[in-house]
Nanobody, 127 residues
Framework: QVQLVESGGGLVQAGGSLRVSCAAS????????MGWFRQAPGKEREFVAAIGWSGGSTFYGDSVKGRFTISRDNAKNAVYLQMSLLKPEDTAVYYC????????????????????WGQGTQVTVSS
């Protein structure tokens, strides 16, 4: 079992920056990939970013490429999402998720690939 807890959400103006964090506990050694998804009201859950165990492999959704950066610190069992140049359309609940399958790379953008989820943290970008 892996437990995930997000933090760091809040209200920010358009063009600003914000970093959200995810603290993992439990069998964290099995979290081959960690990812971030987001879901806005009335919309489907959207892939934001993912990162491999070593941090050498990163993946981004098209809508956040060049603006968001994912990183992880395995010593602290933490994953971070640094968000810059925020837009009102980035407003959503941001969820941290973990994959415990080592060969999930080809499906990393699919929510169904992930085994564990956090409760989410709200990010609101005002115009």
């Amino acid at each position: 079992q892996v437990q995930l807890v997000e933090s760091g959400g809040g209200l920010v103006q358009a063009g600003g920056s914000l970093r959200v964090s995810c603290a993992a506990s439990g069998r964290t050694s099995s979290t081959y990939y960690m990812g971030w998804f987001r879901q806005a009201p009335g919309k489907e859950r959207e892939f934001v970013a993912a990162i491999g165990w070593s941090g050498g492999s990163t993946f981004y959704g098209d809508s956040v490429k060049g603006r968001f950066t994912i990183s992880r610190d395995n010593a602290k069992n933490a994953v971070y999402l640094q968000m810059s140049l925020l837009k009102p359309e980035d407003t959503a609940v941001y969820y941290c998720a973990a994959v415990t399958t080592w060969n999930a790379r080809s499906r990393i953008g699919s929510a169904g690939t992930y085994d564990y989820w956090g409760q989410g943290t709200q990010v609101t970008v005002s115009s």
